[in-house]
């Protein structure tokens, strides 16, 4: 364990920021713990993965809009989701590029679908960037100030290992149920 901690100290800059350039929220939150324990430093941190989670939105952003037709064969499958994507814009406007980085399964997702339409580029990196902000701010200060309670849910685990597939099978379970229910056909409900 203290191995671990000690190359995570070492090179784990380097790790949050490849890991916040697709996401990142699980760096972030352990970027956050160690930073609690001293192991890392908490604004470096925050910075480092509000630079890579912006530069990655980005980068999905111009290759969703310069790339369509490759983009186009990837949601052939997933027509649904790219029209639920698209009534999210449409719902809750710019806002839901800033609400999307706290919901697992639609932050690439919307970000590629607002790349297919002719959304204004500097428009989504204002929003993008103020949504990456945000989010490091509150994920990494969330995970220092409750560091603590975090790393005693981690003892806990590592006492009674069947709780994390059970909790990660219960939180996928519920984000699936939750995906389908809102991407379902209309003529389904009838």
Known sequence: MQDMLNNLSTYGYIVLFLYSLGGG?????????????????LSISIAVAFAANFLGDTLMFYFSRYHKREMMEYFKKHRRKLAFSHLLLKRNGSWIIVVKKF???????VTLAIGLTKYDFWKFSAYNALGALIWAVVVGGGSYVFGGALIKAYDMIV????????????????????????????????
């Open 25 to 41: 929220f699980v760096a972030l939150l352990g970027a956050g713990v160690l930073s609690f324990m001293g192991k890392m430093d």
């Open 103 to 109: 919901i697992y399964g639609l932050k690439t997702l």
């Open 159 to 190: 006492d009674k290992p069947y709780l994390a597939p059970v909790t990660l099978i219960v939180i996928g379970g519920l984000t699936w149920f939750y995906l389908s229910a809102a991407t379902k056909d209309k003529k389904n409900k009838k």
